[in-house]
């Protein structure tokens, strides 16, 4: 008895220091699942490392991280909001868990039920200017999408090719299945507690001097009715992984979930595949927008019923087309 | 419905215009700043009457600081979030008034010259942290919330361009401890206590090299 208390007040002195060097602010992410294929991208610094680099191939390639990293140097000639591509694709587009960008080399060409067609890299990348950045991509072949590639692969380095189970891929691991009791003011009730700090209460994020520190979430400056981030699954996902800033997986499931509702119920610049009425395009590309809160009414109102594309003066870029291969 | 509606209005508009009355006067914070709250030092005495502040004794440089983040110090210190054994005492008898004019005063002050030089090897770790983070270690570049070059964004995320080394050292330090935990939703607690010893060096050498420009309604 007495040898037990004794034990127990040696364990209790020595997991005191334990307990003072826990962390207040615990990173909880999803490990990777069982059979899973974990790949560590290289860094910029590894780049700069790597001898086997050919000068001229490294200058192309920073130039594709330039890009990635600060795609609003593009303002007005591939970017018309104020988002860049670091904005979903954080940590250089590096980090599992979020968006991590090379599985996109490893795994395309490949049929995307998105477009329902066979995708190459380069439009995969095209989807994120004409989507997310509400914008019109570089074109095939040119300088720019060559630079924007050749950071992609970059990453991929040492990854293997057409596997498809990756951890920490895209934004879905917490299923697609929206829990039933999700709701608006929930929802409201999570932003205003942790995302209106930067995000501001109208959801139009914040600029310093003219450039953008936080990012719009909703009207002209946010990502269009097309951008994968639409869907509540994807938005739930990132936000659980990514959100706030430097806190991932701090938010409750339950939270992530009514945040991204909230977030997905507001306005923003049309998706470029409109026909005109908003209830008709999410039935013609029903596959994506059973995801979404897109032409339907929400707050008395049908979202996407108009024709606001924000700052950028067309709706659809010329180089989104389907591809038949016939 | 209707005189509701008016009513709440009217409350409404009342809000608003005592929020534009809550403003601090710089020339009423020249005051304060020479005499402090009646119970203790001054803020001159350690912050200057120019707000350079002191970087081997790790006083803050507070001149051309946000106004709204210096008085939200003020009154965290009071409230106990913010702990210091040298300020609190020398703060708990301002009233909201002062605390508004004092801050309104050092935010009007120029900014100094920032200190150059410096091991450059620590700097260049420094600057790869405060552009671009450790995202292996999820840490995000001090951009991302402070803004571009760390000049500060809005009243929660103060400029860190141009403060003092020590200064910041010494805070980083105190967001790992817990001495220091006014941080809006926890969100510099977890940067800090992710950050090595080295990093903690290396930032608080290359922000403090940095020249710091005026917050608004600075100079």
Known sequence: MTRNLMILMAAATLSAPVMASEPKVPINLPAPKEGQYVHQAPTIDDLMADESIKPQLREVILKGYDMFMNTQQYRGKYVFNDMSCKTCHMGEGRMNGSG????????????????????????????????????????????????????????????????????????????????????????????????????????????????????????????????GMTRIFTAASFIKNNMPLSKPGSLTDNEAWNVAWYINSQER?????????????????????????????????????????????????????????? | MLKRNGRLMLAGALLVSSAVQAQGVAADGQQVAMQGDGSGAPCMACHGMDGAGNNAAGFPRLAGLDAAYIAKQIRDYNAGTRV????????????????????????????????????????????????????????????????????????????????????????????????????????????????????????????????????????
Request: net charge negative.
């Open chain 1, 269 to 326: 610049p049309q998706d470029p595949r409109y026909t005109g009425d908003a209830r008709d395009t999410r039935e013609q590309f029903i596959g994506f927008h059973k995801h979404t809160r897109y032409g339907t009414e929400v707050n008395g109102k049908v979202l996407g019923q108009h024709n606001n594309t924000g700052e950028k003066p067309f709706l659809k870029p010329a180089n989104l087309k389907p591809r038949t291969f016939e």
């Open chain 2, 84 to 219: 210091s054994g040298v300020m609190q005492p020398n703060v708990d008898n301002l009233t909201e008034q002062q605390i508004l004019d004092v801050s309104a005063y050092y935010a009007a002050q120029p900014v100094p010259k920032a200190q150059t030089g410096g091991d450059a090897e620590l700097l260049a770790l420094g600057e790869k942290l405060a552009k671009r983070g450790d995202w292996d270690n999820y840490i995000p570049a001090c951009e991302s919330c402070h803004g571009p070059d760390n000049q500060g964004v809005g009243a929660s995320f103060p400029g860190l361009a141009g403060q003092h080394g020590n200064y910041i050292k010494q805070q980083l330090n105190a967001w790992r401890s817990g001495a220091r935990h006014n941080d809006p939703n926890q969100l510099m607690t977890g940067v800090a206590e992710r950050l090595s010893e080295q990093q903690i060096e290396a930032v608080a050498a290359y922000l403090g090299s940095r020249q710091a420009v005026a917050a608004e309604g600075g100079q």
């Open chain 1, 100 to 227: 991590p960008v090379w599985p996109a080399v490893t795994t395309l060409p490949d049929f995307r039920g998105k477009n329902k067609h066979v995708n190459s890299v380069e439009e995969r990348i095209a989807g994120c200017f004409a989507y997310s950045m509400n914008g019109t991509p570089p074109a095939y072949g040119s300088d720019d999408m060559l630079a924007m590639v050749a950071y992609h692969q970059w990453l991929a380095k040492g990854a293997e090719v057409y596997e498809t189970n990756i951890a920490g891929r895209g934004f879905r691991h917490l299923g697609n299945k929206i829990p039933d009791d999700v709701s608006y003011d929930k929802g409201q009730a999570v932003y205003e507690a942790n995302c209106a700090i930067c995000h501001g209460d109208d959801g139009a994020g914040q600029k310093k001097d003219g450039q953008v520190v936080f990012p719009p979430l909703w009207g002209d400056g946010a990502y269009n009715w097309g951008a």
